[in-house]
């Protein structure tokens, strides 16, 4: 009699957690829900993901804390993020090519694409080709001429090495049999700030960060490498429109939202349920136009598929900047 009461005492406890649990899962989020961030405050990474955080409330019920955790060209923060509990609190933001750069480039590293879960793509940073104002090569048919000319090697400057704008540089030498000399940056500021001295001919920038430059008329934008119109530059001609080659638009940054795999499902679901509405929000969508910030969104589903193609472009383009 002692025996079955105390199994009925611990059956009924088993019962209790499991619906402690199942009450705590559609709760959820129940706390503040972080956003790693593989790269320093201050960038195109960071400048999404803080954009995010101060609108997301609304939608999740919870505040979104951005956590940088820069180092080694993001292998640092995803190797991280890849190690953090699958709970549905700490989430994180990809940015790939750059994501497959580091997989595919290096030894050792700790994590591949297989070890998380995509939740939904906020933004798609395509890039543009910039000169200075003051540069005789006034459009992208002048840059061609320019490479033909024989004078000389031209300089092109983009944030790298081994970056998606290096990769960038060197699809488009190999698609249009061209030859430039790509000079390696630490960032796109540095870049700007080359081009505006004269140190290099031409540079290739993320559309959102050169913006603050071509809005003021320092940099040119001569071409954007995207397959349509970017809102930001609607005078600006696409790649396709100003060259009959087929330039891999490789160098193109998605951003979006990713988290340690084992998440929940329905966990994913509110999340990416939760970004969908971000995306819809007139005022987020005022905030990220300033920034120049292109909101694309996709779902879980499509987002895996994206990440899916832009791998493999980048296993086809990889040994070009090896």
Do not use: C, W
């Not at 870049?191 to 071509?214: C, H, K, M, Q, W």
């Amino acid at each position: 009699m002692i025996k079955k009461s105390v199994f009925s005492l611990f059956m009924a406890s088993v019962l209790a957690f499991g619906a402690t649990v199942a009450k705590a899962d559609e709760n959820y989020p129940r706390k503040p829900i972080t956003m790693n961030v593989a790269y320093s405050p201050g960038g195109g990474n960071d400048v999404v993901a803080r954009l995010i955080g101060r609108h997301i409330q609304k939608y999740i019920g919870k505040r979104m804390i951005v956590e940088n955790n820069p180092g080694a060209g993001g292998q640092v923060g995803f190797t991280r993020l890849a190690k953090s509990k699958p709970d549905g609190y700490t989430i994180g933001l990809i940015s790939v090519p750059s994501f497959f750069l580091i997989e595919l480039l290096r030894d050792g590293v700790e994590f591949s694409l297989d070890d998380f879960e995509p939740i939904a793509n906020i933004q798609s940073d395509p890039i543009v080709l910039v000169v200075n104002p003051s540069s005789e090569i006034k459009s992208f048919e002048d840059f061609i001429k320019a490479t033909e000319s024989g004078k000389s090697v031209l300089s092109m400057g983009g944030d790298g090495p081994q970056s998606n704008v290096h990769l960038q540089a060197a699809a488009l030498n190999q698609a249009l049999n061209i030859t430039t000399n790509f000079v390696s940056y630490p960032g796109s500021g540095p870049v700007a700030t080359s081009l505006l001295s004269n140190e290099i001919d031409v540079g290739l920038l993320t559309a959102s960060s050169a913006l603050t430059y071509t809005n003021m008329d320092r940099l040119r934008p001569l071409v954007v490498f995207s397959r349509k119109k970017h809102p930001a530059y609607p005078d600006v001609p696409t790649i396709s429109e100003v060259s009959e080659a087929d330039v891999p638009l490789v160098g193109t940054a998605l951003r979006g939202v990713i988290a340690p795999k084992g998440i929940a499902d329905n966990q994913k679901q509110i999340l990416s349920e939760a970004f969908e509405k971000l995306l819809q929000d007139e005022e987020f969508q005022e905030a990220a136009e300033k920034l120049g910030i292109v909101l694309t969104f996709s779902n879980t589903e499509e987002f895996k598929q994206e990440l899916n193609e832009a791998r493999k472009e980048s296993e086809q383009l990889i040994d070009l900047i090896k």
